[in-house]
């Protein structure tokens, strides 16, 4: 091994202070994030829309399960162009069979039949 050469000796100097500041910028400094208490998500067998508090407990299963039925149909949501769409159709069809889906327009494109039911609420452990 021989002595160090000086470039060395800079670049592992510069590599610790680019450590320390990362560490130090994420633990004490920058904007703090704050996270949503609720997620929107639409009822695949019926087409209700839910509003979900997840202000307790950030962990989540998705598709949720529908609180009045145990299935898992509840998925996230959201309107484009006019449009519902929800990415998680999919996974609800492993859980439950695509004929009880019946607010799925379209399996292929994700799009979605909204009902025009009030918007329900629900607090998962509450």
């Known amino acids: 091994m021989g002595q160090m050469k000086p470039w060395q000796l800079i670049l592992i100097v ?7 500041g990362s560490v130090g910028l994420y633990m004490f400094g920058g904007q703090k994030i ?6 929107e998500m639409v ?5 209700d829309r839910w509003w979900i508090d997840v202000s307790g ?10 609180p009045e039925t ?3 149909t509840l998925v996230r949501a959201f309107e484009e162009d006019g449009v ?18 019946t607010a799925v ?3 292929d494109q994700g799009t979605l039949r909204i009902s025009d039911a009030p918007l329900k609420q ?5």
């Open 14 to 20: 510069v590599a610790g202070l680019v450590f320390a």
């Open 34 to 39: 704050r996270m949503g208490t609720r997620i």
């Open 43 to 47: 009822d695949l067998a019926t087409g």
């Open 57 to 66: 407990d950030r962990r989540g299963t998705f598709p949720a399960k529908h």
């Open 70 to 72: 145990g299935e898992r």
């Open 84 to 101: 519902w769409k929800s990415q998680e159709i999919g996974a609800a069809a492993n859980f439950v069979d695509r004929s009880k889906l």
């Open 105 to 107: 327009e379209s399996f």
């Open 122 to 126: 629900y607090k998962p452990g509450g």
